[in-house]
């Protein structure tokens, strides 16, 4: 009991104030908190259902016209849908948000972070799930060098026996050496991770993030309507089924002359054995009956 109202009475002296960022005609407006509500390694939430464990951006799904919500130290990033313009919710949107702060509502419920691992069809990749999600598009490594953006990967690279490392949604897709057998380093590795992750780290630079993100945007727009159709196929009813096995196929580009798609195989899939040859004939036939007259073949590249 007294621990309670000791509790109450620091919350009392943290007083939230909250402050507005927003440029004229932006769906995304910033709000900015003079004390920390979140962790270093910011999280991404698309719908209340995302947002369990996190009652304060549960709050704001409340609202009709939030679309997305992005937690970081200090602010939140709220995305709108295009039914009314910030200037006429975002005063509202900073009072509601004070007021549920500074009568005691909680931020986050911290949810214990667990990490399992699970083998994949390439014996030399192994796949280890969190129960949270850690990047919003995918990340590949092949060295410590290229994983100078990732805190996380640059630490798992001081395992000798880690060769690559494929980054994507909830979960990483480690592969190694042949130094080791992976009865023998999988719970050092899976241990890794959790303490990594539970003590809120960073696992992609958020900079990097933007950048990617921004790319990849600018450049889906500038592809034709049948490239873009690829992708969707590949986003749709390919992408889901790899990555259930640690893996990623991303598209690389189309020969319209050659009516060939050629296709990259990240995580697993890239170096797989048997995958190879089995994601080129499953995607190529997948193609042909969706595209009929446009595909040919498929070219499957490992990443």
């Not at 709220?78 to 509502?105: H, K, P, S, T």
């Not at 303490?195 to 034709?224: P, Q």
Request: with cysteine; net charge negative; aromatic share 10%.
């Amino acid at each position: 009991m007294i621990n309670y109202f000791y509790h109450r009475y620091i919350q009392a002296l943290k007083k939230y104030k909250i402050t507005p960022k927003i440029k004229k005609g932006d769906d995304k407006a910033q709000f900015l908190f003079n004390h920390k509500v979140g962790y270093k390694n910011s999280q991404i939430y698309k719908n209340v259902d995302d947002a369990k464990g996190a009652p304060l951006i549960q709050q704001l799904f409340f609202l009709p016209f939030v679309k997305s919500v992005t937690l970081k130290e200090k602010k939140l990033i709220v995305e709108r849908f295009n039914i009314l313009e910030w200037d006429e919710v975002a005063d509202e949107v900073c009072e509601q948000l004070e007021n549920y702060l500074n009568n005691g509502g909680s931020i986050i419920e911290k949810i214990p972070t667990t990490v399992y691992a699970e083998s994949t069809p390439n014996p030399s990749v192994m796949k280890f799930v969190a129960n949270k999600l850690l990047v919003p598009e995918s990340f590949e490594f092949k060295n410590i060098d290229e994983a100078k953006i990732s805190p996380l990967a640059q630490k798992l690279f001081h395992f000798p026996f880690i060769k690559e490392i494929f980054i994507n949604s909830n979960y990483i897709s480690i592969t190694k050496y042949e130094i080791n057998s992976w009865d023998e380093v999988v719970m050092e590795i899976r241990e890794f991770v959790r303490s990594f992750l539970e003590e809120g780290n960073i696992v992609i630079e958020e900079s990097v993030e933007l950048k990617k993100d921004f790319k990849n945007t600018s450049g889906f727009e500038n592809l034709n309507e049948l490239e873009k159709q690829i992708i969707s196929i590949l986003k749709e009813y390919i992408q889901p089924a790899v990555a259930s096995d640690g893996g990623n196929i991303e598209f690389d580009s189309y020969d319209s002359n050659k009516k060939s798609v050629r296709v990259i195989l990240q995580g697993a899939c890239s170096g797989c054995p048997s995958s190879t040859l089995t994601l080129k004939n499953g995607i190529e036939t997948m193609l042909k009956e969706m595209m009929p007259g446009k595909i040919e073949n498929v070219v499957a590249l490992n990443g």
